[in-house]
C-alpha cells in the first residue's frame, strides 16, 4: 500500500491529529485567559506606553533587572545586533510608562552616555488609544469572519462544505494565537495584521479544494484522483508562501517584522492540517453521502 492509498483509506483515523493540535491550542489558550485575564498578551500598541528605542554599542546587560528595582513598572528588553554578527547594535524597552523622564536619566546614567536625538527615540501610546486599537482589532477580526462567511455560503450555497471551509479559517487562527503564546509574541497592530492576513490565506487552499471537488465536472477521474491534484496544487502555494515568508524572517532585522512572518509561518503550517485533512475528510463524507442518497 502507498502513502497515498494509506492516505485516502486512513483519513478517518488520521483526524485524530489535528483534533490533538485544537485541543492543546484551547487549553493553552484558556490556561491563559484564566491566568491572566487575556487569550493573548498585548503590548505597547494595545495597552498603552512607551517603546524606547537607543542606538549604542555598549552592553545593555543586567539593565532589566537594574530599571525594575528603580520602577514601579513592566519592562521589556529587546536587543539589537548588527546583520550576521552578535555584535551590539541598540536596545528597544517596552514599558507601561508613558512619562520616561526619569528613565532616560537612569539609563544615561547606565550606560554612560548621554542620550539626543541623534541615539535616542520614544514612541509614547495613551493607555486610552491602546484600547481604542485593541476594540478596533478585534471589530475587524468578526467583520472579517462575517463577511468571509457570507462570501464562501453564496459562492458554494451548501451548508456541510461551507461550514468547513470556516472552520479551517477558525482552526488556522486559534493554532497561531496558541503559537504565539508559547513563543512570547505579543498581540499588537501588527500581528493583528498578520491573523487577518491568515484568514485569506487559510480559505485559498480550502476554496481551491472544495471548487475542484464540488463544482469541476472531470469526466474518468476520479474522487481520490481530484483529491490528490487539489494537494498537488494547494501545496505548491502553501510551500512557496512559506518559503518566501521564512526568507523575509531571515533577512529582516525588524522584531515588528519577525513576529509578523512568525505568525504568517504558523497559521500556514496549521493550515497543511485544516486544509489536507480535516476539510478532504469531510468533502470526501459529503459528496460519498451525497452518491449515496442519489
Not at 49 to 65: F, L, P, R, W, Y
Not at 165 to 177: E, N, P, R, Y
Request: hydrophobic share 50%; charged share 15%.
Amino acid at each position: 500500500m502507498g502513502i497515498g492509498d494509506f492516505y485516502i483509506n486512513n483519513l478517518k483515523k488520521l483526524q485524530v491529529i489535528p483534533i490533538i493540535i485544537l485541543i492543546l491550542s484551547l487549553s493553552l489558550l484558556f490556561y491563559n485567559y484564566s491566568s491572566k485575564g487575556q487569550f493573548l498578551e498585548k503590548d505597547i500598541t494595545l495597552k498603552g506606553g512607551s517603546v524606547i528605542t537607543i542606538t549604542t554599542d555598549k552592553s545593555a546587560e543586567n539593565i532589566e533587572s537594574l530599571l525594575d528595582s528603580r520602577f514601579n513598572a513592566d519592562f521589556s528588553i529587546k536587543r539589537l545586533a548588527e546583520f550576521g554578527t552578535s555584535a551590539p547594535k541598540g536596545i528597544v524597552i517596552e514599558t507601561n510608562l508613558e512619562n520616561v523622564a526619569d528613565l532616560k536619566t537612569t539609563l544615561e546614567e547606565f550606560l554612560k552616555i548621554k542620550l539626543t536625538n541623534e541615539n535616542f527615540s520614544v514612541e509614547v501610546t495613551s493607555s486610552s488609544l491602546g484600547e481604542a486599537f485593541s476594540s478596533q482589532i478585534i471589530t475587524a477580526m468578526i467583520a472579517a469572519f462575517i463577511l468571509m462567511a457570507i462570501v464562501i455560503f453564496i459562492v458554494f450555497r451548501v451548508l456541510v462544505p461551507s461550514i468547513a471551509v470556516i472552520f479551517a479559517a477558525v482552526f488556522d487562527i486559534l493554532v497561531a494565537m496558541a503559537g504565539m503564546n508559547i513563543l512570547g509574541i505579543k498581540l499588537s497592530t501588527a500581528t493583528a495584521a498578520a491573523l487577518l492576513l491568515l484568514i485569506g490565506y487559510s480559505i485559498d487552499t480550502d476554496i481551491l479544494l472544495t471548487t475542484k471537488l464540488l463544482k469541476r465536472k472531470m469526466d474518468n477521474v476520479s474522487l481520490s484522483e481530484k483529491i490528490f491534484e487539489s494537494i498537488r496544487t494547494g501545496s505548491t502555494m502553501t510551500f512557496a508562501a512559506l518559503a518566501a515568508i521564512l526568507v523575509g524572517y531571515i533577512v529582516t532585522s525588524s522584531f515588528i517584522m519577525k513576529d509578523m512572518f512568525l505568525v504568517i509561518i504558523i497559521g500556514l503550517i496549521a493550515d497543511l492540517f485544516s486544509t489536507w485533512l480535516v476539510n478532504v475528510y469531510v468533502l470526501k463524507s459529503y459528496i460519498a453521502r451525497h452518491e449515496k442518497n442519489g
